[in-house]
Each structure stands twice: as C-alpha cells, then as structure tokens.
C-alpha cells in the first residue's frame, strides 16, 4: 500500500502529499482531543505519556490514511484544477504520451 502511496505522491505531487499529512494531522489532533476529555496528565511525564498516547493511536489507523488518501486525491487535484484553472504537471505528461 506504501508503494501505491509512493506513485500516487509521484504523479499528483504536492497534493497527494498535503492529502496525506493533513490526514495524519486531523487524526493525531482528534486523538489528542479525545485523550484530552478523558484523561487529564499531570506533569512533564504525563504529557509526554499522553502525545505518546496519541501518536500510537495515530500509527493504529496509518493503512486506513493511505487508503483514503489514495482514493480521494484524485477527486481533489480535479477540484484544485477547477478552481485555480491550472493543469497538473501529470496531464501535459500524458497528454504527450498518448
């Protein structure tokens, strides 16, 4: 699935990698939330346990980023295409190909 990743970032570019961080960031953020109404650290060793916490959640749900990461990034990169009225390096590649 890495690898599809790996393509994916190599034929959207920016987007692809946008899609995927922003992913990673919303999901490590609503973790974090959520172990933040429920569990209150106390400390400089609570809080490192409680980013820790998050983080290994985060890491839990990796295959399932990738995923949609993979499925909505084209939908996106025909979105930004429409709004900004630019091509995508990839279409002048297949263009010239075809």
């Known amino acids: 699935m890495r ?18 961080l922003t ?3 919303l999901v ?3 973790f ?8 209150r650290p106390s400390g400089a060793t609570g809080n490192i346990a ?3 916490t998050a983080y290994v959640a985060a ?3 990796q295959p399932f980023r ?18 900004t009225g630019k091509r995508l390096k990839r ?3 297949t263009t010239t190909e075809a």
């Open 66 to 83: 990738i995923a949609g990461t993979i499925v909505v990034t084209p939908l996106i990169a025909r979105i930004y295409e429409r709004v």
């Open 3 to 20: 690898e599809k990743l790996n393509n994916l970032i190599v034929e959207y570019g920016v987007i692809a990698l946008v899609v995927y």
């Open 59 to 61: 890491k839990v749900t």
């Open 91 to 93: 279409d002048a590649q």
């Open 32 to 39: 974090w939330l959520a172990l933040q109404f429920g569990w």
């Open 50 to 52: 409680f980013w820790g």
């Open 23 to 25: 992913s990673t960031a």
């Open 28 to 30: 490590y953020l609503g």
